[in-house]
């Protein structure tokens, strides 16, 4: 079965067909980073925008490069939720009229569910241990994750530890009472005036400065599964305040190496802990990364490294497709139509869907 699937609930604008719920035949992303980096932060209005303008193209070239014609896909997906509802409505309409026009099935899939699902792509082997691996290799995934397992979904938007039992079987164990783990990344690096989106730019800056070099607060870190993040920005607003203060100037650039990798080992070490932990009280021998923050280069090495002393199995999508795509779409919504599920060319986008 080929599926064409599109995602748009952010600010990316991504088409993929997927055959078979694994296998990529093309995932096509335009992102609109360079739009948004002049404001800090995405732009809603922008946002849905520029996915009006690039959507024909970008499920045109997913089509070309999967040597597909439109009318041999067996059924089309695309995200309903969550994501900013300007931009998920471009995105769920263009594929509700391509499976209306073609009389195809229509599957709407969580976009949680999708990045879940990024770890059900291309199951090979990979022989580089993750650590020796630099940014931006296509790292192929550690290899088909078993049920039951642990996944630790962190995005711009969301932080979420899941137990996943089987197909679109899920039980939320924690989430974020505030900032999610990337806001907190970009949050940081905007307060620091080094760029946007935060969370690449921190990892690559992070690599010539001591993780230990300061010791800030890691929240909630042996209590449940939630996770608090807003407390770290602001210990970080204050250290920085407080060095400012006392040198009364603007805070030297070569501190900030320092102060970046000592923030990402504090949020690195609460999301390796909790999710090693909910491994260990729910007895899976799986766990798996999911979301655009898991292709922070010390998350990996470090939950790697972790999950191997604990004899644990792990699951690390390459870096292409933790950041938002739209072929783990395409991969969740297999396995929901496998599962006899369609949605209704009447669903709406749902900004606030929940796993
Ligand atoms: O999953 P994603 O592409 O979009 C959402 O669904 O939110 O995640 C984007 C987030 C941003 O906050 C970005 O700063 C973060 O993922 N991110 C990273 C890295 N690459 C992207 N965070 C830490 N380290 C990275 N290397
Ligand atoms: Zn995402």
């Not at 999708?114 to 296509?138: C, Q, V, W």
């Not at 979904?153 to 932080?159: D, L, M, N």
């Not at 899976?284 to 923050?293: C, K, Q």
């Amino acid at each position: 079965m080929k599926i064409l699937a599109i995602e748009t609930s952010c600010d990316e604008t991504s088409a993929a067909v997927i055959e078979n719920g694994s296998k990529i035949l093309s995932n096509v992303v335009a992102s609109q980073v360079e739009f948004h980096k002049k404001y800090g932060g995405i732009v809603p209005e922008v946002a849905s925008r520029k996915h009006i303008e690039v959507i024909a193209a970008v499920v045109k070239q997913a089509l070309d490069d999967a040597k597909l014609p439109i009318k041999k896909i067996d059924a089309v997906a695309a995200t309903y939720g969550p994501g900013l509802v300007g931009s998920l409505i471009v995105g769920l309409n263009y594929a509700k009229a391509i499976a209306f026009a073609l009389k195809k099935p229509f599957i709407a899939v969580n976009h949680i569910e999708g990045h879940i699902y990024a770890n059900f792509l291309t199951p090979l082997l990979r022989s580089t241990p993750l650590h020796k691996m630099e940014r931006g290799d296509p790292t192929p995934s550690r290899g088909g994750v078993r049920f039951p397992f642990i996944c630790l979904v962190v995005s711009g938007g969301h932080t979420q530890l899941i137990l996943v039992k089987d197909h679109g079987k899920y039980e939320s164990l924690g989430r974020t009472r505030d900032d999610a783990a990337g806001e907190a990344f970009d949050k940081v690096a905007r307060f620091l005036g080094i760029g946007y989106p935060g969370g690449p730019i921190i990892d690559e800056m992070a690599r010539k400065g001591d993780p230990k070099a300061i010791d800030f607060p890691r929240a909630m870190i042996d209590e449940g599964y939630d996770f608090s993040f807003s407390g770290l920005k602001t210990a970080i607003v204050n250290y920085v305040n407080r060095q400012t203060i006392r040198q009364t100037q603007p805070i030297d650039a070569s501190r900030i190496p320092d102060i970046v990798a000592s923030f990402q080992q504090a949020v690195v070490d609460i999301l390796v802990e909790k999710t090693i932990r909910a491994a260990k009280d729910n007895k899976t021998h799986w766990i798996a990364l999911a979301g655009g923050v898991s292709a922070n280069s010390m998350l990996r090495a470090d939950l790697e490294a972790r999950a191997v002393k604990e004899g644990l199995k792990i699951s690390i999508p390459p870096i292409s497709l933790c950041t938002d795509n739209a072929a783990m779409v395409g991969s969740a919504g297999y396995y929901l139509i496998k599962k006899g599920k369609k949605s209704s060319l009447d669903i709406e986008a749902v900004s606030t869907l929940r796993i």
